[in-house]
């Protein structure tokens, strides 16, 4: 028999037994090398973390006791389970299948209509959430009931009169008498920014608040706040699925962080922001008068970590300082704040002009207020001179804590800025 014979009878045969015309059958599997396993492990991780996003959605809207909830749980964790089982384990799924319907499914296929299932129903839940919308009329707890407006002087655009400043008696951490007033300030008399943080979940978290002082008055403090309803909580996982809408809070001092350091026992730090132009404080201060326009005209929602009580002071003063300010991961960890303006060279590191330099430890030791307001009476003389006892407040919060003077140029404001940032570094 001829050579050319007995290869068109092995392809005769291999045409007729297609499942031996190559090594790479079905009965011949190929061994899968790591990046299977790692690409199959990302789509189970994606798949479970989708749903489990989506059912704290459904938790943190409408309540973890929630029929709703519960019907939509058991669709959402039974599609999963189908999907997963049908790509991962299909001769389990199989099994299953077989022994309620006696039928055997084709994988493939049925994989690809679970699949697009549990899309259609995650992409649903999608849409959900962004079409929910923050509200202004909701049932308040007091201390956020009211929204911090302004007027301009007619004639001198730099004299604001505010309604709505904050200046509430606190008694304890949820009582309080409540008083709304009037303040008119003169951005003129401007001469520095006081950044502060309140410590209450450890070292990592923190609120951050900012003062504005001025040449001839009290301070004023603007914080970004959570705007609570009666009866409500602070989640910092609500915050992520648009529980929360933002408030922006206009208050005195001896409100604002006595409520933190005394009422409520949080550990505060206040530092002085350094090699400052006043034009810089100016163009700060006229930040926060915009974003009190753009939550009176549309509420907006507050998130954990895209805008919380101190990314969005970051977002406003970048814009006023540009590369001063770089981007950093602390913009997002609050707690480290101090350090990340200590490195910057926005906090001096010889903030008392040739004594001995202030290491970070040092800065947290002066800028710590609690031992300083121990004991301070929140009721005294209110009836003679409230703005006496917030004076007091402010003047004993600052104690021991050199105040910078402010730039005469925005060069020597660079120059100082970088010098102490050096300084920090050695």
Known sequence: MSLRSVISQILSSLKANPSLSNNTSDNVRQPKNWRHYVVHFLIALTLILSALWLLMLLGYQLGAYSPVTWIATIVIVGLLASVLSVKYRPKLANRIINKTTNK???QKTTSKWLTGIYMAVWVVGLGWFFSIEPKQN?????????????????????????TN?????????????????TRTIDMSKLSGIDVSNSYWMGPLIAHTLVSFRFEDERPLAFSFEIRKENGESFSALAGFFRRYEL?????????????????????????PVSHLQQSEVKSLFESYLTAADELNAKPAWYNTLTSNCTNII?????IVSGERLPWDYRIWVSGWLPNYLYDVGMLDANPENGGQPWS????????????KVRGFDNQANLDLDASANSNEFSAQIRQGIPIPPLADSQLEADAEAKSAAQASSD
């Open 165 to 181: 400043v904050r200046n509430f008696d606190w008694h304890t951490d949820e009582d309080a008498t409540e008083h709304w007033e």
């Open 138 to 162: 909701r049932d308040w707890m007091p201390e956020v009931s009211q929204r911090v407006s302004y007027e301009r002087d007619a004639t001198n655009p730099d004299l604001i009169t505010f």
């Open 247 to 271: 408030s922006l809070i206009a208050a005195e001092e001896r409100d604002i962080i006595y409520t933190r350091s005394n009422a409520r026992g949080e550990q505060v730090y206040l530092l």
């Open 104 to 106: 055997t499914i084709n």
């Open 314 to 318: 970051f977002y406003m003063a970048r």
């Open 360 to 371: 970070m430890d040092m800065w947290y030791e002066r800028a710590h207020i609690n031992p």
